[in-house]
């Protein structure tokens, strides 16, 4: 099982590019995440996918689209790059068994700088 | 929502005890205690999870006294791998406003 697998590992961007990270996973997960992680942050939510079919917005969705392209991919999508989007890009996803909290499997993060 | 306060960073030498406390006052009465750690460089990995009183696994235990307001992560014996971010995370359900991950405490394992 390879978990959650991220692409790309590095990207950079100009002000105004688009791009999409795309994230995938081979646990049968119901429910996905992505997350960004800036210095002395911790990580924040941007959106998450409780289950194949529903997006829902996080902490800080601005600036970002999501697609839950099936149960296995969830992707996330800037639009126009902005230099404050610069950040470690995080992929996660869970059982998503429902009345409880479940353990989230992170990827191995994007790390993408917008000139 | 409720949300956690940890230390910003701790350090310790190498065999020693190490205890990281949680303060999360706003628990609710369905929320889990979970704990996270992260290397430089890598995704979170889950170290342990509980409800009320005592957890333990192979790697590290998890005290939660009986208001639960608080919680702490006890890693025995450090090791210079040891050395990484601790997340504590409150929630009750996996749906993404019900939990938040706070700012971690950075964890220094001194030879």
């Known amino acids: 099982n390879a978990g959650v697998t991220q692409t790309p590992k590095f990207q950079v961007l100009k002000t105004g590019q688009s791009m999409t990270l795309q994230c995938a996973q081979d646990?049968?997960?119901?429910?996905m995440y992505w997350y960004r992680q800036d210095p002395g942050m911790g990580l924040r939510l941007i959106y998450y996918?409780?289950?194949?079919?529903?997006?829902d917005k996080g902490e800080v969705p601005n600036g970002y689209n999501v697609s839950r392209l099936n149960k296995r991919e969830f992707s996330l999508r800037l639009e126009s790059a902005a230099p404050s989007q610069t950040s470690v890009y995080f992929c996660?996803?869970?059982?998503?068994?429902?009345?409880?909290?479940?353990?989230?499997?992170f990827g191995p993060g994007t790390r993408l700088t917008v000139l | 929502l409720a949300k956690t306060t940890q230390p910003i960073s701790m350090d310790s030498y190498e065999g020693q005890e190490v205890n990281i406390t949680c303060s999360h006052n706003?628990?609710?009465?369905?929320?889990?205690i979970t704990w996270y750690q992260q290397f430089p460089s890598q995704g979170p990995r889950f170290i342990i999870q509980?409800?009320?009183t005592k957890v333990t696994n192979e790697v590290a235990s998890l005290f939660i006294p009986a208001d639960r307001k608080s919680s702490t992560l006890s890693l025995p014996r450090v090791s210079l791998s040891d050395t990484a971010v601790y997340y504590c995370?409150?929630?009750?359900?996996?749906?993404?406003?019900?939990?938040?991950f706070g700012t971690g405490t950075s964890l220094t394992v001194i030879p």
């Open positions: 996660a996803s869970s059982e998503g068994a429902s009345g409880y909290y479940n353990e989230q499997f």
């Open positions: 996918s409780a289950s194949e079919g529903t997006t």
């Open positions: 509980g409800y009320k």
């Open positions: 995370l409150v929630a009750r359900t996996n749906t993404g406003n019900q939990f938040y």
């Open positions: 646990m049968n997960h119901n429910s």
């Open positions: 706003n628990i609710a009465t369905n929320d889990y």
